[in-house]
């Protein structure tokens, strides 16, 4: 037996406390080491597991004259060397696990004498997909960068963006083209409206702002606020349209703005589980929802809700000023998420409604 394999058997003995200290010899294959290391490791997660097996036993030992203190201590030796058995010669998957993302770590470390080409580089990662949304709020919460670097990451993201946005241009022309063709068949030859023909569900945020900008823009003329803010609110109670609040048949209810079926609804209701804020803690409740024939349906609503009701007086003073429009809307208790209004700004001022905005606001 080789001083390796030797080093290695004595790893996997629980009363030898200088096993894992031996792995880091010089003359030990690091690969070896690694997968010894890494066994070691997955033992401890075996031992817990064990540990409070045994604490879910414990009731049964109680009274029992064939148990005492000392056999705690006996249990837990026998425990340690079983975990390490049990991992040496089975693992249950995470030494395997840990193994195989050390050695390609290991495999992609650089050379000491620096990297010359660009393709020396390693490739062992795959590139991530932003989230531009969540760029934008980690840059929010980061005071510590100077306002020079936080230009530059914006910089980052915005020509990020557009290089992301061009390879899909043409899908976006089809989507201008599709919501056109929907408008105009929303009507017959009289002018008059038809039936709801936009989509139950939307493939991209493009295609949501696309499909509903003419019903948007027809409920801010009787409001007052921008078509922008109305699309970045349904956006956000709908996640762009792909969390459509369904009926018990699977029918879309056509509910953009999260409006509650209260007593004063007389029409049909959608009960599903919503997230809300109790006391500054997130709870899920079951809740009536009102549900609509078409999305024009419930811009019209959203309208009369807030008209009708005295606490939003406030807000629709402020339909001018967007940002105050939100905050006192929040405040009177629209919705009981404490970032309610932050959260549909950062919609708002995001690169999908930028251009609706700049074109409502020249």
Do not use: C
């Not at 030797?6 to 894992?20: C, E, F, G, K, S």
């Not at 049909?268 to 078409?294: D, L």
């Amino acid at each position: 037996m080789t001083i390796n394999n030797r080093a290695l058997d004595q790893a996997h003995v629980y009363t030898d406390l200088n096993a894992l200290q031996r792995l880091k010899s010089p003359s030990m294959d690091k690969s070896e080491a690694i997968s010894a290391v890494s066994k070691q490791f997955e033992s401890i997660m075996v031992n817990l597991m064990l540990k409070s097996m045994r604490q879910v036993n414990a009731v049964f030992e109680q009274g029992n004259p064939f148990h005492d203190s000392a056999s705690n201590i006996y249990q837990d030796m026998f425990d340690h060397q079983l975990s390490l058995t049990l991992s040496k010669q089975k693992s249950f998957g995470l030494a395997d696990a840990l193994t195989k993302q050390l050695l390609a770590r290991e495999s992609s470390e650089p050379k000491k004498g620096g990297y010359k080409e660009i393709n020396e580089y390693p490739r062992a990662l795959e590139a991530m997909p932003l989230n531009y949304a969540q760029a934008e709020e980690s840059l929010a919460q980061a005071p510590e960068l100077t306002e020079e670097e936080t230009q530059a990451l914006e910089q980052v993201a915005y020509y990020s963006e557009q290089m992301s946005r061009s390879a899909f241009v043409d899908v976006e022309v089809k989507e201008v083209i599709a919501a056109a063709e929907a408008s105009q068949a929303n009507h017959n030859e009289g002018g008059d409206l038809k039936k709801e023909s936009a989509p139950a569900s939307f493939e991209s945020p493009q295609h949501f702002v696309n499909s509903l900008l003419a019903s948007a823009r027809k409920a801010s003329a009787g409001l007052g606020v921008e078509p922008g803010v109305l699309l970045a609110q349904s956006a956000l109670e709908t996640g762009w349209g792909r969390r459509m609040i369904l009926t018990e048949e699977g029918e879309p209810s056509y509910n953009l703005f999260g409006i509650k079926a209260d007593q004063r609804w007389k029409g049909p209701v959608a009960w599903v589980t919503t997230t809300e804020y109790r006391e500054g803690s997130m709870v899920k409740e079951r809740a009536p929802f009102r549900v609509y024939g078409s999305y024009e349906e419930s811009f019209t609503d959203y309208l009369n809700f807030l008209q009708e009701q005295p606490r939003y007086q406030q807000a629709l003073k402020q339909v001018a000023e967007p940002e105050e429009y939100l905050r006192e809307l929040q405040k009177a208790g629209y919705a009981t998420d404490p970032n309610y209004a932050s959260k549909i700004q950062r919609i708002m001022n995001g690169a999908y409604l930028q251009s609706v905005r700049s074109d409502d606001q020249g």
